[in-house]
């Protein structure tokens, strides 16, 4: 579909399936299927032909106006990676900032291949409310079920570019509890951090980390 131009619009007959349209397929067969598929170029390529069966078998049957393609054409690399980088991220983020009981300390966590730390997080499913996404994704990074100890009031949200990342406070939590990643090959590493030694005092500080840490998504929420 390289060079064609998408309407938002309602399709024309034969016309391009709208952006609404593409945001669902590639949150239906791409965004929501587990992390570790998302992985494999090769995998992602078998969740589009999934979409593209999808497409042609029950979107266009159900509206004759939509264009029908053929998988090469359905698959151009330049159009379908744009669209599921543009679509993933708008989506939505949701976790939680987690506090001991002295709200000294927090816990962050690190990414299989990445050096960098963050709050756990992650994105929201399709229609899923933020708290519960927060619940779901903090349980899936840390093995930790927060939702005895979650209040939907209680949160800081910062926008980054089109994307909201919302953290639910979560206070008063055990030092010595246990965590472990709930997902294979996610997180390499959770532990706790003083929250004064993650207070960004500049620019610098911020690009750079505090102590060594690299902290892009933590130091925006502690400003």
């Known amino acids: 579909?390289?060079?064609?131009?998408?309407s938002s619009s309602a399709p024309?007959?034969?016309?391009?399936?709208?952006?609404e349209l593409l945001d669902d397929l590639c949150s239906r067969f791409v965004l929501n299927v587990p992390k570790e598929d998302q992985q494999s170029f090769e995998r992602i390529l078998f969740l589009v032909e999934y979409a593209h069966w999808f497409y042609e078998d029950n979107t266009v049957e159900k509206n004759p106006s939509l264009k029908s393609f053929n998988l090469k054409e359905f698959t151009s690399l330049h159009d379908i990676f744009k669209d599921f980088t543009d679509y993933k991220v708008r989506v939505p983020v949701t976790g939680a900032i987690i506090l001991d009981e002295t709200y000294e300390r927090?816990?962050?966590?690190?990414?299989?291949?990445?050096?960098?730390?963050?709050?756990?997080?992650?994105?929201?499913?399709?229609?899923?409310?933020?708290?519960?996404?927060?619940?779901?994704e903090v349980l899936e990074e840390t093995g930790f079920?927060?939702?005895?100890?979650?209040?939907?009031?209680?949160?800081?949200?910062?926008?980054?570019?089109?994307?909201?990342?919302?953290?639910?406070?979560i206070a008063g939590v055990k030092d010595d509890t246990a965590f472990a990643p709930l997902t294979k090959k996610e997180i390499s590493e959770i532990a706790w951090h003083r929250i004064d030694d993650l207070h960004p005092a500049t620019n610098e500080v911020i690009s750079r980390g505090i102590t060594g840490l690299k902290l892009y998504m933590v130091a925006p929420f502690l400003a």
């Open 106 to 136: 927090c816990i962050l966590v690190k990414g299989w291949k990445g050096t960098s730390w963050s709050f756990p997080r992650g994105k929201k499913n399709k229609d899923e409310e933020d708290h519960a996404c927060a619940i779901r």
């Open 12 to 19: 024309l007959k034969n016309g391009l399936p709208p952006q």
């Open 1 to 6: 579909m390289s060079g064609l131009h998408r």
């Open 145 to 169: 079920d927060v939702s005895g100890l979650l209040n939907k009031d209680e949160y800081i949200e910062v926008i980054f570019g089109q994307q909201r990342v919302r953290l639910y406070i």
